[in-house]
C-alpha cells in the first residue's frame, strides 16, 4: 500500500505538465486573434469618432456658422 501511494503525486505531476502544455498551445494559437481584435476595436472607435466630427460640421453648416476649420466650405 505504501508503494502505491508514492506515485500518486508523480501522476498528478504529469496531469498538471499535460494540463499547462495544452493551455499554452491554445494560447499560442489565440494570440493572433487578440491582435486582430485590438485592431477591429481601434478601427471601430476611429469610425466613430470620424462620424461625430462629420455630424459636427454639418450641424455648423446647417446653423449657417463659419466653421473652425479653413478649408472646410459650406455651400449654403
Do not use: D
Not at 486573434?33 to 460640421?57: D, F, P, R, Y
Not at 446647417?62 to 466650405?73: D, F, G, R
Request: glycine fraction near 6%.
Amino acid at each position: 500500500m505504501r508503494h502505491l501511494c508514492k506515485n500518486i503525486p508523480a501522476f498528478a505531476l504529469l496531469e498538471v505538465a499535460i494540463a499547462l502544455s495544452i493551455l499554452g498551445i491554445v494560447t499560442y494559437m489565440g494570440m493572433p486573434m487578440l491582435g486582430k481584435l485590438q485592431q477591429w476595436q481601434q478601427v471601430k472607435v476611429t469610425n466613430a469618432h470620424q462620424e461625430k466630427i462629420v455630424e459636427s460640421l454639418a450641424g455648423l453648416c446647417a446653423n449657417e456658422q463659419t466653421p473652425t476649420l479653413p478649408s472646410v466650405k459650406c455651400k449654403w
